[in-house]
């Protein structure tokens, strides 16, 4: 069945720092990608997504590239803020009525 | 607009007590869907519905009913609590379908002892 693996988390990082979290999916057919973020004590909201291969998703400075030949969709941002302190979700929908998630990555950026 | 709301924020229950978690939506519209969070698991759906008086199972219907009479609301009911349904619950709502951008609420942390 579909599926989503990211990496594990917690990742910790300091100020500036260059963040990638890894995520790989497996699906039939074309699944739109997505990744959403849950500050704390809040409920998810979306980042970025992407609907086909080749697309890239980006908001807030982050990025994410939808790779069908490697089922991958990273997540990058170039130097990350105390404040992008959450958990990040990857997820896939191949247009029916599921959304798949992945279990999360935890990220604290340190000042 | 208040988004996707829901009520309680925490709730501790006893085996076999039942409750409803309320969901509301102020968006119009038509999707609305039920997951839990657990550790490691990622969301999980429970139920979703694609308008007012239909409703379907999700991934882990087990153990709780829904009901959907007003677009704008979506309960969902725990008819005997188990430990096993401690989680934290979110309703979500989307325009379009489940595959487009969802909304979620700001969560029901749920505790059964």
């Known amino acids: 069945g579909d599926s989503v693996t990211q990496m594990e988390g917690p990742v910790t990082l300091s100020e500036e720092a260059f963040l990638t979290i890894n995520c790989t999916y497996t699906?039939?057919?074309?699944?739109?990608l997505f990744w959403y973020v849950q500050y704390p004590g809040e409920g998810l909201q979306l980042l970025l997504k992407a609907t086909k291969a080749d697309d890239k998703g980006s908001n807030k400075g982050f990025e994410a590239t939808y790779r069908k030949e490697t089922t991958s969709f990273h997540l990058e941002k170039g130097s990350v803020q105390v404040s992008d302190s959450a958990v990040y979700f990857c997820a896939l929908n191949t247009g029916g009525f599921k959304t798949i998630f992945g279990a999360g990555t935890r990220l604290f950026v340190k000042a | 607009n208040a988004g996707v709301t829901q009520t309680p924020k925490f709730q501790v229950l006893k085996t076999g007590q039942s409750m409803t978690l309320q969901c509301a939506q102020d968006?119009?519209?038509?999707?609305m869907s039920w997951y839990r969070q657990d550790p490691g698991m990622g969301l999980r759906l429970i139920h979703y519905s694609v308008g007012a008086g239909i409703t379907d199972q999700g991934e882990v219907p087990n153990g709780y009913n829904v009901s959907r009479s007003t677009t704008e609301d979506f309960p969902l009911r725990l008819l005997s609590a188990a430990p096993s349904q401690t989680s934290v619950y979110f309703c979500?709502?989307?325009?379009?379908?489940?595959?487009?951008?969802?909304?979620f609420g700001p969560g029901t942390r749920l505790l059964v002892l």
């Open positions: 699906a039939t057919g074309y699944p739109s």
């Open positions: 979500a709502s989307s325009q379009r379908g489940l595959a487009e951008t969802q909304y």
């Open positions: 968006m119009n519209h038509e999707y």
